[in-house]
T-cell receptor, first 115, second 113 residues
Framework: NAGVTQTPKFRVLKTGQSMTLLCAQD?????MYWYRQDPGMGLRLIHYSVGEGTTAKGEVPDGYNVSRLKKQNFLLGLESAAPSQTSVYFC??????????????FGPGTRLTVT | LAKTTQPISMDSYEGQEVNITCSHNNIATNDYITWYQQFPSQGPRFIIQGYKTKVTNEVASLFIPADRKSSTLSLPRVSLSDTAVYYC??????????????FGQGTELSVKP
């Protein structure tokens, strides 16, 4: 049982390049999330999904796209990377379907630098 | 959307009890209070969650007064390994909240020998 895994762990991009971050979970969770964390800013939600085939915008969605084609995978795409997207990206997953926020399980993070 | 306010940092010594208070004056009726712990270079880890009064698990206690405008995370007898950032979150699940469950800046706890 690996929990939540993220690929890659590190990446350096040039401005304007594109890339996809992959998140996978083996806990059969309905909900999945992508966050970014910048120094002194805490975690900010980019996009989330409440089930296979569904996605929704979070607090800071601009410049990112997501897809949830399979229940266990949640992909985060950067179409044209900008230096402002230099950050640590965390994926998380949780059960869903009730009024209380279920415990979120986080991946180890992806450190992205855009030059 | 309930905004949370926590101290930016706290210091403690091994063996002491640490209490971290979070203010959330505009908490909604259906909001829950959740605390996470984050070590450097790792994702956050769930500690405890509550709605009212007191909740206790094997690692912490959560005290919530009747008006629910604040909450206190209590860590008994901290050790050096409790040095981390602690986040207070207030809200419902994402489906009801519309994706606005926010972590905030957290409290950096430093435990000294």
């Amino acid at each position: 049982n690996a929990g939540v895994t993220q690929t890659p762990k590190f990446r350096v991009l040039k401005t304007g390049q594109s890339m996809t971050l992959l998140c996978a979970q083996d806990m059969n969770h309905e909900y999945m999330y992508w966050y970014r964390q910048d120094p002194g800013m805490g975690l900010r939600l980019i996009h989330y999904s409440v089930g296979e085939g569904t996605t929704a915008k979070g607090e800071v969605p601009d410049g990112y796209n997501v897809s949830r084609l399979k229940k266990q995978n949640f992909l985060l795409g950067l179409e044209s990377a900008a230096p402002s997207q230099t950050s640590v990206y965390f994926c998380a997953s949780s059960y869903g379907g009730s009024s209380s926020p279920y415990e979120q399980y986080f991946g180890p993070g992806t450190r992205l630098t855009v030059t | 959307l309930a905004k949370t306010t926590q101290p930016i940092s706290m210091d403690s010594y091994e063996g002491q009890e640490v209490n971290i208070t979070c203010s959330h004056n505009n908490i909604a009726t259906n909001d829950y209070i959740t605390w996470y712990q984050q070590f450097p270079s790792q994702g956050p880890r769930f500690i405890i969650q509550g709605y009212k009064t007191k909740v206790t698990n094997e690692v912490a206690s959560l005290f919530i007064p009747a008006d629910r405008k604040s909450s206190t995370l209590s860590l008994p007898r901290v050790s050096l390994s409790d040095t981390a950032v602690y986040y207070c979150l207030v809200g419902q699940n994402y489906y009801n909240q519309g994706g606005k469950l926010i972590f905030g800046q957290g409290t950096e706890l430093s435990v000294k020998p």
